[in-house]
């Protein structure tokens, strides 16, 4: 029998992480809205994290965009990470909640 002390650290631990990934990807967004309208220096600290971020990131993006491709200029696949995310954590908090009442 699995410690539902462990369980629980185990649930929020994963919650935690899935956030973290999502106040991310709103960064990473507002970040590249800035840099569409500003367009910072190139070798600025400011670039150096978005070109990090988005090489980690737009793969991502480009996965969903095979699923919803970019409707009249808009580009749905941040919103289906997002639900992605979302429905990870909804399927943890359910499966957490079974195996705490076993």
């Known amino acids: 029998m ?6 629980i650290y185990l649930y929020y631990g994963i919650s935690s992480l899935l956030q973290s990934v999502a106040v991310i990807l709103i960064a990473y967004i507002m970040m590249g809205w800035i840099v569409l309208g500003i367009q910072p220096k190139t070798n600025s600290t400011f670039m150096k994290i978005y070109m990090f971020l988005e090489e980690r990131i737009e793969p991502i993006f480009t996965y969903c965009r095979q699923f919803l ?16 995310i979302e429905g990870i954590q909804y399927l943890l ?10």
């Open 2 to 7: 699995i410690n539902q002390q462990i369980l």
């Open 69 to 84: 491709p970019p409707i009249m200029g808009l580009d749905f696949s941040p919103f289906l990470v997002f639900l992605a």
């Open 93 to 102: 908090g359910l499966l957490f909640r079974i195996l705490l009442s076993i």
